[in-house]
């Protein structure tokens, strides 16, 4: 079972739709997680960090975290073109090594007018 | 512009060539870390600095050899390489642990002839 796993895609969405992206880590105990977007050659930036359960909303971003069910995601309302993008979803996780930032494979994302 | 820069932003180099990759932060952060990023994997974790001494070292092949003089600098030594490593080699930073928010630079595209 991988890490972090997250759907590769791409998710096809229309202008103005909500997007739901999704994410399911294995660390039970794990207690920080993050979204990144990633636009095609350009670094990771983080859009969204969530930490309790329940949602936390940014703007158009809304993350949703269930420990119980080991699930995070990220909703993006309004989606514009803008939005194409590949999203990382990360959790630090407890490793025998210690905590360890780690990083699914990314779900591409495309929004069409 | 997250405060974080990588240079050179591309590079090539044959199998028998040194070179180096630099980052630099400016962000006040204590900790930094080297990722590659590889087509169709997750961001893979290389090395990680904080307070500048190395506390991870991922079993990465030691043809990779990272060098950390302060806290705002971290250099990743290359020799020897193989074509396996062509990748995008990210650098980050955060403010004290891993468990802290990471802030990504450019990233400095590799292609290893």
């Known amino acids: 079972q991988k890490e972090v796993e997250q759907n590769s895609g791409p998710l096809s969405v229309p202008e103005g739709a909500i997007a739901s992206l999704n994410c399911t880590y294995s660390?039970?105990?794990?207690?920080?997680f993050f979204w990144y977007r990633q636009y095609s050659g350009k670094s990771p930036e983080l859009i969204m960090s969530?930490?309790?359960?329940g949602d936390k909303e940014d703007g158009r971003f809304t993350a949703q975290l269930n420990k119980a069910s080991q699930y995070v995601s990220l909703l993006i309302r309004d989606s514009q073109p803008s939005d194409s993008a590949t999203y990382l979803c990360?959790?630090?996780?407890?490793?025998?090594?210690?905590?360890?930032?780690?990083f699914g494979t990314g779900t591409q994302l495309k929004v069409e007018l | 512009e997250t405060g974080v820069t990588q240079t050179p932003r591309h590079l090539v180099m044959g199998m028998t060539n040194k070179k180096s990759l630099k980052c630099e932060q400016h962000?006040?952060?204590?900790?930094m870390y080297w990722y590659k990023q590889s087509a169709k994997k997750p961001l893979e974790l290389m090395f990680v600095?904080?307070?500048?001494?190395?506390?991870e070292n991922n079993s990465v092949p030691s043809r990779f050899s990272p060098e950390c003089p302060n806290s705002s600098h971290l250099f990743l030594h290359l020799h020897t390489l193989q074509p396996e490593d062509s990748a995008l080699y990210l650098c980050?930073?955060?403010?004290?642990?891993?468990?802290?928010?990471?802030?990504f630079g450019p990233g400095t595209r590799l292609t290893v002839l």
């Open positions: 990360a959790v630090i996780l407890f490793t025998g090594g210690g905590n360890k930032l780690t």
């Open positions: 600095y904080s307070l500048e001494e190395r506390v």
């Open positions: 962000l006040g952060h204590n900790a």
């Open positions: 980050a930073s955060s403010q004290e642990t891993v468990r802290d928010t990471q802030y």
């Open positions: 660390d039970r105990v794990s207690q920080s």
């Open positions: 969530i930490y309790s359960n």
